[in-house]
């Protein structure tokens, strides 16, 4: 059970990226380079005004990012917000293991610091049916995301407990929503699922989404693990029931979407606790909306 963000397996420095460029895209070498972001799997290093280079930090990102350098720019015409299509890709070289890509730049805020308006929830349930539409035979799969549940019972209940004698976070609602999200079937095909739409992954600008970001788990699966972002995006319970109302999601599904809510609550409030004060506010939240819908 991981205590915190992982620990990167490489250092990633602009020295480092300048290398890459130099070697592989040398017309973009000479550009001015700041280190934007770092999160569990990718470091985000922002290349002049227009552009951001994604590259993993952890082996398990490698095969994740060949996973969205094949399949967004075949989902992207489909949806109708921006997400990041890779411009150009780059592979490993001067000493970096792993593919990278260069993306398009996009302005907005991370959807923690920066919520987005109520009106806004129909506008997520319409982009999440443009991406839960049947995926194809060679699609990814995933062992953790878009999977059943139980999948993550051993891992969750573990943090569960923690959480439990440490805080006040685990209510009876949540344990309740939890063990329904486990027994409710998956009643839908094998759909295309974002896999990761939390908070700090979706941009907003002047209250309204401007893009979904960090397509590494991208995967064909049960898309409920999508809909546990209606509680980590919208503060307002009214938010949350026009966005589970504009989806038209069955009970079953409705069930499951609240189960992982639970997780990506139970995950990111734990984890973040040891070192990621955001993460940790973003997962409490999370478990509060829920247990203010189900009492």
């Excluded at 035979?137 to 004698?165: F, K, Q, T």
């Excluded at 609602?173 to 063990?179: E, N, P, Y």
């Excluded at 504009?246 to 009970?251: L, N």
Aim: negative net charge; contains cysteine.
């Amino acid at each position: 059970m991981t205590a915190g963000t992982p620990p990167a397996e490489i250092d990633i420095t602009v020295a480092l990226v300048r290398q890459l460029l130099q070697a592989q895209h040398p017309d973009l070498a000479g550009l001015p380079l700041e280190i934007a972001g770092e999160g569990w799997d990718n470091v985000m290093v922002r290349l002049g005004e227009d552009l951001v280079l994604r590259l993993p930090r952890r082996n398990v990102a490698d095969q994740l990012l060949r996973n969205e350098q094949r399949w967004l720019p075949e989902l992207a015409p489909r949806l109708p917000l921006p997400v990041p299509v890779p411009l150009r890709t780059g592979v490993p070289g001067e000493g970096y293991p792993y593919v990278w890509s260069v993306l398009r730049w996009i302005e907005g805020e991370t959807a923690d610091l920066t919520p987005p308006d109520a009106s806004e929830a129909p506008v997520l349930a319409g982009f999440l049916k443009a991406l839960h539409q049947t995926a194809p035979d060679e699609a990814p799969s995933s062992e953790v995301r878009g999977c059943p549940l139980g999948n993550r019972l051993e891992n969750i209940e573990r943090r569960m407990a923690v959480l439990a004698a440490e805080t006040h976070a685990i209510t009876p609602a949540i344990r309740q929503a939890w063990r329904a999200g486990l027994a409710a079937p998956i009643d839908l095909p094998r759909l295309w699922v974002a896999g990761d739409v939390h908070a700090r992954n979706v941009l907003v600008r002047n209250g309204r989404f401007a893009a979904f970001i960090d397509w590494g788990d991208i995967c064909a699966g049960d898309p409920a693990s999508d809909l546990a972002s209606i509680w980590g995006l919208f503060e307002s319970a009214d938010a949350r029931r026009a966005a589970i109302d504009a989806y038209g999601m069955s009970e079953a599904t409705l069930a499951r979407a609240r189960g992982w809510a639970v997780m990506y609550g139970v995950l990111l409030l734990e984890t973040g606790r040891h070192d990621h004060p955001r993460h940790a506010k973003m997962g409490a939240d999370t478990l509060r909306r829920l247990t203010e819908d189900l009492t």
